[in-house]
């Protein structure tokens, strides 16, 4: 089933970087090994991966890899030409547009493509007249973005993995960087825990992260704000507020410490199921550290307070003085190899290449100058938005390796949504779930396929190199694109990804003063602006990126979850394992990765499956108003009373069923970390 023959489509040996986490390790092919192995790239240093980034040449040349265009006739999928698809697309946007206007169109830029692509993409759905372009980001960390860009004006990681060692505390919330991110575990937090660097771990779970930690607080899904305010709490009644960063680089304080004044500390700490001493340690810790730095990831950010979230937990190292030296700051785990980059270069329907918005009349204006058209001055659609506007609003998508079938909440209204589009495009590598929709398929490149760059979650601009040439009639993502351009916009595109790179960076002041020759085979850091001759590693020395030398404190209250738990019913957490990722559509076409892990399981405590009969390894019943799962039970303290926990990397079982769709007000994320479902023992087929 997976072919490792290379036949006569390599091209050469090169550098690359590995398609799954935002780590952004250096990988290659090795015709010897007839494999990936990782080289010595600016993060994994000693060549180091993980098991996805061993496995990740598995994809390149498997059988089930689409190497034709395909459109729909009479119901069904069948090959054509390449002239045959771009005809269609062109007609059918051009349709759709004249008779709905150009917000019917919605583009799914893609986080695990480059940064030149995405740059393309947006650009198109610009020069088409709409700013309705989104990526995954709107799935994971679109709330922390949305907090520090609020409070410090950049929504990035604040650090440099380099100096990150240098924390004498790291504080992990809603992040679990052992499964998830491994080499930045094992190569950058793992060596300064062996030197003495103190680990707080909050998450309902006990996991490969939390056997690192020092302090487990296993907060209760949905209750993070009272933990954090509890915190905050303390470091202020213990006297361990640094008062000359206060004062000289912040506003607000004294709200703040008004808001916190009349609050029990115990019971907010009894609120979010931690216990209150471990609590008072965690917050000690913290405070009284020389330098501590703040890890964040999606159990924080996938709630609809995830904005909150993020903004209680900014109020920290503001308190302590944790911004702007090394070993400190707020530092977001990034999920795909360019959700960062994708950002970037504007693939998100409120902000222009930079994160300038686009309601900014200047930015708009200089945009115009190198593009020749001016963009869209109201902001489109978010990606979950938008599938609630399909058949309505919206008739037309573009969807660019994403698989938003099995990714987006509340999966089995999703596919009603796109049954009512009236034209959809997938541009994929494989058959997925969200294909099954499509009235045209375009086969794409993976990546050892293509070139460009990426940029990874400490805002590195890393350089990918082709290895091979796609497979059968499949084209370079790229090259897909600058068709797209040309004919549903009008846009005549660089043909190369260097020239590409050199527009985005006229356009992207954080990105103005690299060059593709600068980047090498090594990296650049944004902010790099013009005339600079480096990026900076850490932000917010002197000053925030939003240009102010203070930022302010928020108050925050507690806002209770979308999905009230009934009695009998428990709260489903959903995330990731070390073994696959996403939706599931590459790693599950690895054989190696699915013998380490070729199903899902439900965690779910002892005490929960004893009150309702399940025994280790049998199949329950997961289930809600919204849809229901079957899949095997997996016994085990590791997950709190009264939570239950599954990823959502399978078709089958597609927990994202059980998901609901409210939504952040602010950052328009969904609410992963919270649905209340029931599990029953499964009836056995045939009823006995």
Known sequence: MWCVSVSNRVAASSESVCPYCGVGCGIRYDADRGSAVGWDGPVNTRGELCPKGAAAWDVVEHDERLTTPL???????????????????????????????????????SSNCTNEENYLLQKTARALGTNNVD????LCHASTVAAMGDRFGAGAMTNSLSDLGEADVFLVTG???????????????????????????????????????DIHLPVESGFDIPLLNAMAAVIIEEGLVDEAFVAERTTGFEALREHLSGLDIDAEAERAGVDPDDLRAAARAYGEAGRAAVFTGMGMSQHHCGTDNVQALINLPLLTGNVGKAGTGVNPLRGQNNVQGAGDVGALPNVLPGYRPVTDDDARAAVADAWGFEPPALPGLTEVEATHRFGDEVRAAYVFGENPAVTEPNANRVREAFESLDFCVVHDVFPTETTEFADVVLPGSVWAEKSGTVTNTDRQVIRMN????PPGDARADLDILRELAARVAGLDAPATPEGVFEELRRVTPIY????????????????????????????????????????????????????PVADGELVLVTGRVLQHFNSGALTRRSGVLMRMRGEDSLQIHPDDAAARGIEEGATVRVENDRGEVTVAAEVTPAVRRGTVFATFHYADPLVNRLTGDALDPVAKIPEYKHSAVRVTVAPVEGGR
């Open 71 to 109: 459109v729909r006739v009479n119901g069904r999928l069948v090959e054509a030409t390449w002239d045959e698809a771009f005809d269609r697309i062109e007609r059918e946007f051009s349709r759709v547009v004249a008779d709905h206007g150009p917000d019917s169109a919605f583009f799914f830029a």
């Open 135 to 138: 990526n995954c980001a709107r």
């Open 175 to 213: 992040a679990n960087p052992a499964e998830q991110h491994p080499v930045i575990f094992r190569s950058y937090l793992l060596p300064a825990l062996k030197s003495g660097t103190t680990m707080i771990h909050v998450d309902p779970r006990e996991n490969q992260t939390t056997k690192a930690a």
């Open 466 to 469: 082709r290895n091979v040439a």
């Open 512 to 563: 103005a003063g690299m060059s593709y020759d600068g980047i090498g085979a090594g990296s650049q850091r944004w902010p790099f602006p013009e005339g600079a001759t480096e990026g900076t590693a850490v932000l917010h020395a002197d000053a925030f990126e939003s240009g102010s030398k203070t930022a302010p404190f928020r108050a925050v209250e507690h806002v209770d979850p979308a999905d």
